[in-house]
């Protein structure tokens, strides 16, 4: 009698998203088709230069690109114009190029999958190193104390673009192991693999190696291992029945690099679809702009519905049919060595801070251009003479401040949407694959670079993770029996969400806030980086790491003091939270 219902409720789930995927996919497109309107500078004089930087910008040739481009008919046209080609196979033509723009997405397409598909491995390989103790003492029921996730964290830290710069270097210029540019053959994608592979293989494995306890202590989980059954049995089992949680993940994390690994793309000179993207955004190519953009929504939806069905595959009939136990943390007592970690990067955060304030962050002296680190410049100086402590110093409030602001906001507003699956999963999808990228060219161009620009371009899209995990982490809670009683009780759905889910959900999503800290500091530094974030001479840690990672393989000490920074920043951020209960579970059973 309740399959029909259950039937209908979740088709009309799956038509709310597909039209939710239609609407946001439409307001996207829309969005960008205005782009040359909203940033309110000349498209013929941009594409003019695109083409031709020596050629004369004069009123008859800028009157000559208009009326070949058709702008006087206005962005609606354009665009109802163009998405009545792609039925037809037709995309339009290049408005710098003249070339079709259909091949040129679809090749540049082809190798970000390539390099997706390399990422996605390292990614996976690197997520098992980071959990496989857990895995190993868990499945033994050797598992005696919780874990910080510092190491994790210190791994998600790292920043991308300056690991490709380090692994360009020295595996391919110093010990010419794998090519360090270009894209020719399997070899070219082992490097960029690595560097954007290694960061997001430590941020699914923390957060994987972060739920797997509350698995193991599972009654099923101490039934096995009490009538025998072998540790690799227990571990398949855990491991599925944890992935659920953590695969949501994937999309913002792994698939959303297919058009956000631009900086990558840049240093190793691949011809990805982020970088032509780019590309196209700058020189106001409209139609390779949209069709790329397109292209990555489409990307996105997909891997979204993917690991949907993966979900259910996992959780099987439990979810389903009501029966599926919440995960709850046990009470492990935690070693005291997280305290000790955090109270050591707190303090040399504190000194980093009041030594650079005490100096001048502005100060240009010529005759100091990159100097090592002495007595008198701690941390040596940068190409224009700067004091880099100072300037560090300077920035760390800023910094801070900014990745703050914007991990905030999107865990409010990935909280508040997540609550709501069934009108949010469509905007979810397409929201975890548009990289930050576009939406800093989006707000550049309204209000010019800047901080506030960043931050604002970086919550557009950084909610998606937290909305991905809310609401998987919602529709487990709501299938386990504990709901179904309180509901029986005549709980209300305040009573619930106060009582009940909230309590469920904070602790995973504060994981997952710390994890992803160091990232928000990262993504704001890479549109530093492609100057679409904060401009010189501002001293922000990713506008440091931005100016002098040309100047790493010379004078590597300028970029080693902010990558040390945000490291010790993320390891705090997670030692903190690791380390601040050590001693509970011992206090209360003494009590």
């Known amino acids: 009698m309740t399959a029909a219902p259950d039937g209908l409720a979740r088709q009309r789930a799956a038509w709310r998203a597909g039209v939710g995927r239609v609407l946001a996919g439409t307001v996207v497109l829309t969005t960008v088709a205005l782009l040359p309107w909203l940033s309110g500078s000349d498209a013929a004089l941009t594409v003019l230069r695109a083409r031709s930087g020596e050629q004369d910008p004069t009123p008859d ?71 496989v103790r857990t895995v190993l003492l868990g499945s033994r029921r050797r598992l005696r104390h919780g874990r910080a996730g510092t190491g994790a ?28 540019s270009g894209w020719d053959g399997p070899a070219s994608m082992v490097l960029p693999s690595l560097a954007l592979g290694l960061p997001s293989g430590a941020m699914i494995g923390g957060l994987l190696d972060q739920s797997l306890p509350a698995v193991f202590s599972e009654a099923w989980a101490r039934t096995w291992h009490a009538a025998g059954f072998p540790p690799g049995h227990t571990a398949r089992h855990a491991l599925r029945r944890a992935l659920p949680g953590v695969l949501p993940q994937f999309v913002p994390t792994v698939v959303g690099l297919l058009g956000g690994a631009v900086a990558v793309e840049k240093i190793f000179n691949i011809p990805g679809l982020g970088r032509l993207v780019l590309d196209a955004a700058v020189s106001q190519d409209l139609p390779l702009l949209q069709t790329g953009t397109l292209a990555i929504i489409l990307i996105g939806t997909a891997a979204g519905l993917l690991v949907r069905a993966l979900r259910l595959a996992l959780l099987g009939p439990a979810l389903r049919d009501g029966g599926l136990p919440a995960l709850r943390r046990p ?21 980093l801070v009041v030594a650079g304030m005490l100096r001048d962050p502005l100060n240009v002296d010529t005759t100091a251009r990159l100097l090592p680190p002495s007595f008198a410049h701690p941390l040596g100086t940068d190409s224009l003479g700067r004091d880099l402590l100072a300037r560090l110093g300077h920035g760390a409030l800023r910094t801070a401040g900014a990745a703050l602001v914007v991990t905030a906001v999107s865990v409010l507003t990935g909280v508040a949407l997540g609550l709501l699956p069934r009108a949010s999963a469509g ?74 889910l909230l309590p469920a959900l904070v602790p995973a999503l504060l994981r997952n806030a710390l994890l992803r800290f160091p990232t928000a500091v990262l993504v704001l530094a890479s549109l530093g980086f492609l100057g679409l974030g904060q401009q010189p001479p501002a ?29 010790v920043l993320a390891v705090l951020a997670t030692a903190a939270v690791g380390g601040g209960r050590a001693d509970a579970p011992r206090r209360a059973a003494r009590g």
């Not at 990289?435 to 060219?441: D, H, N, Q, S």
């Not at 989006?442 to 909305?467: D, E, F, K, M, N």
Request: proline share 6%; with cysteine.
């Open 539 to 567: 001293p922000e840690w990713g506008q440091l790491l931005s100016e002098n990672q040309a100047y790493a393989e010379i004078a590597p000490w300028t970029v080693l003091g902010p990558a040390a920074a945000l490291t």
């Open 61 to 131: 040739a800028l009157a000559a690109v208009r009326e070949q481009l058709g702008l006087a008919d206005g962005p609606l046209v354009l665009l109802t114009g163009w998405l009545g080609g792609l039925p037809r196979g037709d995309a339009g033509s290049s408005w710098v190029s003249g070339e079709p723009v259909l091949p040129q997405v679809t090749a540049a397409l082809g190798v970000s999958l390539t390099l997706l598909s390399g990422t996605l491995l390292v990614t996976l390989a690197v997520a098992g190193l980071v959990c």
């Open 427 to 500: 905007l979810t999808d397409v929201a975890a694959t548009l990289p930050a990228v576009l939406a800093g060219l989006l707000v550049t161009g309204v209000s010019g670079p800047s901080t506030g620009g960043a931050v604002l371009a970086v919550c557009l899209v950084g909610w998606s993770p937290y909305a991905a995990q809310t609401s998987a982490l919602l529709e487990q809670e709501r299938a386990s029996g504990h709901i179904a009683a309180a509901v029986s009780m005549g709980a209300g759905r305040r009573h619930l969400l106060r009582r009940h």
């Open 331 to 351: 009470a492990l007592p935690r070693r005291r060595s997280p305290r000790y970690v955090a109270g050591a990067c707190a303090v040399a955060l504190v000194v």
């Open 153 to 180: 964290a210190v791994l998600a830290s790292l920043p991308k673009f300056l690991l490709a710069s380090v692994l360009a270097t020295a595996c391919g210029v110093w010990l010419g192991w794998f090519p360090s």
